[in-house]
């Protein structure tokens, strides 16, 4: 299977800084199937990114994804006091679907 | 916009089976995946496996040997059983919609289940 590590594992900022979050794959990520998710406690998990840069529906443009193989990089411009949650990156491209361990960004 | 809502006991005895539903509102189960997603307190997110509205499956290997996912179009609902339960399977157990792109783009609110006698 395909292991995500993401790193780092907590990341400290404050609002209307940039927060740079990393996911990399042991092995190349297939058809670019790479998502990124927002994960706020007691909430759904919401999607961020798929294909490694496709912003999903109603997804502020402060949120990108860039990358390739098998790193991958999710960039949040201007942190808005929202923003800080649990984000999971996640490959689903090739079988059994995986998840990283989640990078926890929180207020400095 | 399409709703998901997971419901079943919150409360399983080890050996047991877990029982989960997952109701589809806002919009129809088929013409696409449905996915079950688990996280353990503490830990990241865990996948579990996927069904199509046409019923063919995909598990995680780690659980195949426990795990039965399935559907019933006449309730626009999906299942998940999970046999033989251990403390280890204490965890928020999610249901989503796999989209037709492959990532799981809707989610439901997820739902506590503990394992303990």
């Known amino acids: 299977e395909i292991v995500l590590t993401q790193s780092p594992g907590t990341l400290s900022l404050s609002p209307g800084d940039t927060a740079t979050l990393s996911c990399r794959a042991s092995?190349?990520?297939?058809?670019?199937?790479l998502a990124w998710y927002q994960h706020r406690p007691g909430q759904a998990p919401r999607l961020l990114i798929y294909r490694i840069s496709s912003r999903a529906t109603g997804i502020p443009d402060r949120f990108s994804g860039s990358g390739s193989g098998t790193d991958f990089t999710l960039t949040i411009n201007t942190l808005e006091p929202e923003d800080f949650a649990v984000y999971y990156c996640?490959?689903?491209?090739?079988?059994?679907?995986?998840f990283g361990q989640g990078t926890r960004l929180e207020i400095k | 916009q399409v709703q998901l809502k997971e419901s079943g006991p919150g409360l399983v005895k080890p050996s047991e089976t877990l029982s989960l539903n997952c109701t589809v509102s806002?919009?129809?189960?088929?013409?696409?995946?449905w996915t079950w997603v688990r996280q353990p307190p503490g830990k990241g997110l865990e996948w579990i496996g996927y069904i199509s509205y046409s019923g063919s499956t995909n598990y995680n290997p780690s659980l195949q040997s426990r795990v039965t996912i399935s559907v019933d179009m006449s309730k626009n609902q999906f299942s998940l059983k999970l046999t033989s339960v251990t403390a280890a399977d204490t965890a928020v157990y999610y249901c989503a919609r796999q989209s037709q792109l492959g990532m799981e783009d809707s989610w439901g609110q997820g739902t506590l289940v503990t394992v303990s006698s």
């Open positions: 806002g919009g129809s189960i088929r013409n696409y995946y």
């Open positions: 996640q490959q689903y491209g090739t079988s059994p679907i995986t």
């Open positions: 092995q190349s990520v297939s058809s670019t199937y």
